[in-house]
């Protein structure tokens, strides 16, 4: 099985290859991740990384100045129907339009709009960073074993917000709740870090090379 | 909820740690991988490298241990000292580090800040503050480890350093830094009820009551000690619990 991690010019990759490469050391399939910005490796892969570390207008620039590479994002995760995940920034690229400095259409996989973080509790700082319970609202098979109390690692001033609650896997609350993990279909997210999440973002991984959407 | 967190920082020079942890069984109790590794088991909230490498040439030495580092620890990490340029960042962020700490280059250049939350997100970018008491409830800014005043006034700084992007300030009062004797808990207070920000309190741990008041009375968010981590004085876990039975929430 091939992983592939999309280099779009976005930071942090290589803690995301390294984590996606312990984590494939376990599968119980032979699995090889390779962080590629080329279009026709991102369009046979058997799973899609997206990382995100950035402004959303920067990110979505980032994906438009590589050719090709949104049709192979499209060829690999709309026609081909392989599993993807989206890891902060690069879950909210999925959103329909991103209004972080400027508004920017997103990928418009699934419905919805990233917005900033505006707790009623204004002692609550901007941006939510730290560590942060994550709760399940549904028994989707990326979060399988998180059970309560699991702690992962975020660092965000914009959320996704939804247009469909059927969407939503899990949260995080910080003066309300944000979504913590998206899916639908055989498209998923994270607005946590899980290659910086320690054991539980290792799991989710573990689940996400495992799954069959 | 969010959890407050306790953030070991580890001297870097020429890819080798200053004042490393010395009571624990490490092969090379120099290497900053093997401390980040120890301080990753012990619960850590998050890493901080404070690279004080003088000359440039051996800069590459930094970025192969936060490589190196990124590799073995699945926490975030920032990285700070010697930040001047956007690709200096990029080069940090590459390696794998989650966050870069901008400290002089600002004060030179403040747009310098507004450029880098731009090019690289708000989050990944922490405005490193030192400061000083000056007079009562003032505090001024200062470079070169304390030695060199800026005139300019600390509160103030932070609101602007927010207003230009930075995702977080590191505040180190350069008063108690090394003493051991506590933060500068109304400098702290005062940084952190300016500004939206999330602020690391640091400079002065020598108790772990140190790291309660930092956050109970500084309203900091994060707490930054390094001697008294390295020294084996007390170990990450009994600060969080210190915490916790203050009922301060921390991730245990």
Known sequence: MRVVIVDYGSGNLRSAAKAFERAAAENEIPTDVEVTSAPETIAFADCVVLPGVGAFADCRRGLLAVPGLEAALHEAVVMRARPFLGICVGMQLMAEIGREFEAVEGLGWIAGEVVPIEPADRSLKIPHMGWNEVERKSAHPLVAGLGSGVHAYFVHSYHFRLADPADLVATADYGGPLAAVIARDNIAGTQFHPEKSQEGGLRLIRNFLRWHP | MLKMRVIPCLDVKDGRVVKGINFVDLVDAGDPVAQAQFYDSEGADELCFLDITASAENRDTLYDVVGRTAEKCFMPLTVGGGVRTVEDIRRLLLAGADKVSINTAAIARPEFVREAARKFGSQCIVAAIDAKATGPERWEVFTHG???????????????????????????SMDRDGTKSGFDIPLTRAVADAVRLPVIASGGVGTLDHLVEGIRDGHATAVLAASIFHFGTYRIGEAKARLAACDIPVRL
């Open chain 2, 146 to 172: 304390g030695r060199r005043k800026t005139g300019i006034d600390a509160v103030a700084w932070a609101c602007r350093l927010a207003d230009y992007g930075a995702g977080e300030i590191l505040l180190t």
